[in-house]
Structures are given as C-alpha cells and as structure tokens.
C-alpha cells in the first residue's frame, strides 16, 4: 500500500461544485484584487473566528511581519519565539529589523514554555510569539498573564491550527493579533499561497488593510506600503473549504485517537501528548522516536514501505546554516527540549480524508518497526 502524506486532490474532489462554483463567479464577477469574494470571505472569518476584523494577506509569513509592523516593532525590539518551530515565524521577526529571542519548549506538547518566556524577557522585550504548534494551542493565558505584568504585545503564530481551541480561552482571546496561512498544506488550503491577520484592534486592523495595499487610504493616495494581497479566486476556495472545516477537523481529531490507540503498545516512541481540555486539531501527528540515534533508519523504512512519513521540523531555528548571530537573533536558557524534538520527531500521514484503512496500514508498519527494534 502507498499512503500519501497530503490529501488535496481527494479533498478538492469531495466538493469540487462548490470549489468550481466559487472559482467561476469570481471570474464573471470582475473583481479579482480587493474584489467581493475577499470581502465576503473576510466577513465569514471574521464571524467564524468572533473576532472583529480579519484581513486577508498574501500568506502567513506576511501575516506575522505586517502585524509587527502595524505594532510599530523596529530594529532593537526583542520579540520572544519557538526554537521549535517553522522558520517562518522567526523569518517575519527579522524582517522588520527585530531580535529574535529563542526559547525552549515545553517537552509534552513541544509548545513555547512561558517559563522559558519570562526568563528570557529584558527591558528591550516589546512581544511574545507563541506558535500553535502541530494544531495544538501554546499555553496562552499563562503567556498572556506574563505579556501584562511586563507590558508587552502578543502575536499568535496560528498558521498550523486554525479551529483549535484551549479549554477555556479561544484564539485570538488573550492576544493582539492572530496570523494564520492557507497555504495548501494547511488545514484550510488553498491552491497556492494566503494568509490573514485576526484582530479585535481597530488601529492593527487599519494599518493592516493600508499596508498590504501599497500604503493606500485612498485611491491615488499612498504612503510606505507593499503588495500583500488575497486573491478572489483564493478567497473564493477557501470560502468553499471554510463551510467544512469543523467536520474536517473533527476527522483528524477522530484519525489521530486511532493513531494513539493502535500505537499504544509501542515502546520505541511518545506519542502526541493532548493538553486535557484543549481542542488539538492535528495539523501534524507527530511520534518522537526515544532513541534519536534510529530516527533516520526510521523514516527510511516507512518511506520503504509506502508510508509517507515526513519531519517537522529536524532542523530547529538555531540550527540552521543561515541563523543570523548575535544582532538579529540569540537563544535564551537551554534549548535542550527543542533540540531533542527535532532530532526525534516524525510526522506520519494525516489529512481528513486518510481513510482507515491507511491509518491501519502506518500503524502496522510502525509497530513491525517498534517489534525489530526495541
Ligand atoms: C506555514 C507556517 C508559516 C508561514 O506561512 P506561509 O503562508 O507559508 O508564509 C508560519 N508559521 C508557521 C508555524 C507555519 O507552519
């Protein structure tokens, strides 16, 4: 059997009328740009969030960086993040000139530690960037309770879990501002790259709308800006998509409890670890491998035998051959829980429509693995 990681063409296939229908009358509509469709899918983001504003951007990266811009960060701001996390999120610090400040995370959920957070905050300290990792919420009100008592902003990196939730605070709640990206791998996707900025901040959502519009307030009228839009027809496939996304998350919620009872013997690995309460949407199902030493004979036996397992991600930000020293970024504290995920970390097969069948099949091919190896 072949069970592929990605699942687009199965998704698209199983509501191709409304993808296509949506598709066509944004075409026939004549407004491809800032048009009607995006105005009408940021109103039904804005009510499917609760939040009061939600823009739509050119991709998640431009999400994060254009709130930190519309939050006036600049050059010497300290923005604490992830080690763990895609680089992405440390990318759009530096982008606007910030130092990224790295921390650890928590070895359970692999979530930023807001232990790690308070101990890494200095007087040049202006935010916190806590990412959704893997579809599971970071612990935001104890990150949001440390952001009041030192007075800083707070910036979700929600590109991997959008319809997560806590288990008594929603996203969006106990922040500033929320980033989210559909690109296709996403749990909402689209056939390219977008993104969008949530907010309940009247001035984030108007610095926001003026900057990814070439700094326009009005026609001809400009000031510093850039081009970071939501095309209609990307507006359009996810307006199709978003009417599913509760049903589908539910779906990875339902594969990922198979995947753990079926893995529960196995004694070669943790399995995900679910903060009791908390809505984990399983943007990714990730098993630590305990002996990190096997990890790449691991993967190399799924990929082998037809499972499509993948890392997320095996090189941590500081690893990286072009993490900028010194200036622009610097770690904090011990990153030994980020630097032990992602030596130990595999992403096995999952999107809502992996029938069970397939999960069945990864599970068998993992404990044959566990059985000759442990
Ligand atoms: C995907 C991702 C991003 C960036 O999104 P793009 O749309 O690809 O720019 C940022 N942060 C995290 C955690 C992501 O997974």
Known sequence: MQVPFYGH???YLSIKKEIDDNIQEVIMSGGYVLGPMLKKFEGELSAYSGMKHAIGVGNGTDALWLVMMALGLKAGDELITNANTF?????AIWVVGCK?????????????????????ITPKTKAIVPVHLYGQCAPMREISAIAKKH?????????????????DFKIGELSDAVCTSFIIQKNLGTFGDAGAVF?????INSEVRRLRNHGSTARNVHSFGFNSRLDDIHAGILSAKLKHITAWSDQRIALAKRYTAGLQGAKSFTLPYVRPGYRHVFHLYVIEV??????EAFLKFLNDNGVDAKTHYSIAIHQQAGYPWGKDAEIRGSLKNAEYNAAACISL????????DEVDYCIAKVLEWDKANS
């Open 9 to 11: 063409q199965r998704q």
């Open 87 to 91: 680089f992405a999120t440390a990318e």
């Open 100 to 120: 990224a400040v790295l921390v650890d995370c928590d070895p359970l959920t692999n979530c930023i530690d807001p232990k790690a957070v308070e101990a890494a």
């Open 151 to 167: 007075n800083l902003f707070v910036i979700e990196d929600n590109a991997q879990a959008i319809d997560a939730a806590g288990d």
């Open 199 to 203: 907010t309940n901040n009247d001035k």
């Open 290 to 295: 305990k002996d990190i030493s096997k990890r």
């Open 349 to 356: 097969p999952m999107f809502p429509e992996l029938t069970t």
